[in-house]
T-cell receptor
Framework: NAGVMQNPRHLVRRRGQEARLRCSPM?????VYWYRQLPEEGLKFMVY????????ESGMPKERFSAEFPKEGPSILRIQQVVRGDSAAYFC????????????????FGPGTRLTVT | AQSVTQPDIHITVSEGASLELRCNYS??????LFWYVQSPGQGLQLLLK??????LVQGIKGFEAEFKRSQSSFNLRKPSVHWSDAAEYFC???????????FGSGTRLLVRP
């Protein structure tokens, strides 16, 4: 059973270009989460998606960032017109369902995509 | 605001020695707490989690953690470290919404032969 897959693992973009990061959740998982890790910091929640629905995007910058999780295919995190401050590791996690009584199911993390903006 | 603090950026221990990694949280109620490990080039792997009940939690790879409400701490321990334990360790807590994990900044563990 393959784990959470992310590609590319490393991505270099010039300022002003677009970055598209892909995440394929574990088989049978329908919940996807994106986190960002800036240098020397912990991971920060960005967005929570279910198939064809954005559930919570409160951690995502209001401009230039968008995320989707279509009915078919991977989840995509898209960053338009990248700036140097977008350089970070972006992690995707997935879980099978939402637990009862507020207990979240374990989130399984992918290896991350390291974005460098030059 | 809720926060998780890992005061040690780097820790070096000798192989076979005991290990304790510190984690403190700032939260009104008792949060759900987690420890993850990240090996180079890999994703985060869950070592253990605390939801309620026994405050000493056993995890994988011989790790354990103890929840201490009075100290707002959830320190990770291992009695004898192996060279393969060298990695980065993250403490995390559930945030204001249960699916939002709040992470500490991580502690990088180096193991001396």
């Amino acid at each position: 059973n393959a784990g959470v897959m992310q590609n590319p693992r490393h991505l270099v973009r010039r300022r002003g270009q677009e970055a598209r990061l892909r995440c394929s959740p574990m088989k049978g998982h329908s919940h996807v989460y994106w986190y960002r890790q800036l240098p020397e910091e912990g991971l920060k929640f960005m967005v929570y998606l279910q198939k064809e629905n954005i559930i919570d995007e409160s951690g995502m910058p209001k401009e230039r960032f968008s995320a989707e999780f279509p009915k078919e295919g991977p989840s995509i995190l898209r960053i338009q017109q990248v700036v140097r401050g977008d350089s970070a590791a972006y992690f995707c996690a997935s879980s099978p369902s939402w637990g009862m009584e507020g207990l979240g199911d374990e989130q399984y993390f992918g290896p991350g995509t390291r974005l460098t903006v030059t | 605001a809720q926060s998780v603090t890992q005061p040690d950026i780097h820790i070096t221990v000798s192989e076979g020695a005991s290990l304790e990694l510190r984690c403190n949280y700032s939260y009104g109620a008792t949060p759900y707490l987690f420890w993850y490990v990240q090996s180079p080039g890999q994703g985060l792997q869950l070592l253990l989690k605390y939801f309620s009940g026994d405050t000493l939690v056993q995890g994988i790879k011989g790790f354990e953690a103890e929840f201490k409400r009075s100290q707002s701490s959830f320190n990770l321990r291992k009695p004898s470290v192996h060279w393969s334990d060298a990695a980065e360790y993250f403490c995390a807590a559930e945030g204001d919404s249960s699916y939002k994990l709040i992470f500490g900044s991580g502690t990088r563990l180096l193991v001396r032969p």
